[in-house]
């Protein structure tokens, strides 16, 4: 597609339940970032995928939060046993990659509500 | 550690020139980006400098200065439609993305 993709685009479930967020990046960037962003805040880093390098995960909040990028290229980011502290609206964004300082393309992320 | 400053919030009248401080402490610099972003929208790219000196764009234009850690970003004949939060981020030696908190602008009539 001409550009990220994130789905679902809002996600409201029930404390305690599973969350699967979904994003598609633009054809041939390799690196891939997830970003949470709660309102009026900045830009808080969450995990980083680069080609077929072991992942940056040192931004993930606790072992409830994973992700994966399968082939290279779809990433999804499981949020198990959802708390209320994580509403947020979850960003992706994807890059040419590491090293060509080629800016981040975002998606318009999942607005994420635990109730 | 590393980290970068900018105001939380900034006025400016409708017509007006506006600056944009960004200042960082980075374990090196690979390069500075600013990026905008309208309330419940994504951010989208703006500009990016890794040579000191001004780089313009029509209305918008970021300055650097390594050597000071610093960079602005100056819109000029600024529009309602500017009315945005502005994102200051650098890239350090090993390449990661260090992003501020963000500058909330807003215009006036």
């Known amino acids: 597609g001409a550009g990220v993709s994130q789905s679902p685009s809002n996600k409201v479930t029930e404390k305690g339940k599973d969350v699967e967020l979904r994003c598609d990046p633009i054809s041939g960037h390799t690196a891939l970032y997830w970003y949470r962003q709660s309102l009026g805040q900045g830009l808080e880093f969450l995990i980083y995928?680069?080609?077929?390098?072991?992942?940056?995960k040192s931004g993930l909040p606790s072992d409830r939060f994973s992700a994966e990028r399968t082939g290279g290229s779809v990433s999804t980011l499981t949020i198990q046993r959802t708390q209320q502290e994580d509403s947020a609206v979850y960003l992706c964004?994807?890059?040419?990659?590491?090293?060509?300082?080629?800016?981040?393309?975002f998606g318009n992320g999942t607005r994420l509500t635990v109730t | 550690g590393q980290n970068i400053d900018q105001p939380t919030e900034m006025t400016a009248t409708e017509g007006a020139i506006v600056q944009i401080n960004c200042t960082y402490q980075?374990?090196?610099?690979?390069?500075l980006f600013w990026y905008q972003q309208h309330a419940g929208e994504a951010p989208t790219f703006l500009s990016y400098?890794?040579l000191d000196g001004l780089e313009e764009k029509g209305r918008f234009s970021s300055f650097l200065s390594r050597s000071k850690g610093y960079s602005y970003l100056l819109l000029k004949e600024l529009q309602m439609k500017d009315s945005a939060s502005y994102l200051c981020a650098v890239t350090d030696s090993n390449y990661q993305l260090i992003w501020g908190a963000g500058t909330k602008l807003i215009i006036k009539p």
């Open positions: 995928f680069q080609g077929n390098s072991a992942p940056d």
């Open positions: 980075t374990s090196g610099f690979n390069g």
């Open positions: 964004a994807s890059s040419l990659g590491a090293g060509s300082n080629s800016p981040l393309h």
């Open positions: 400098n890794v």
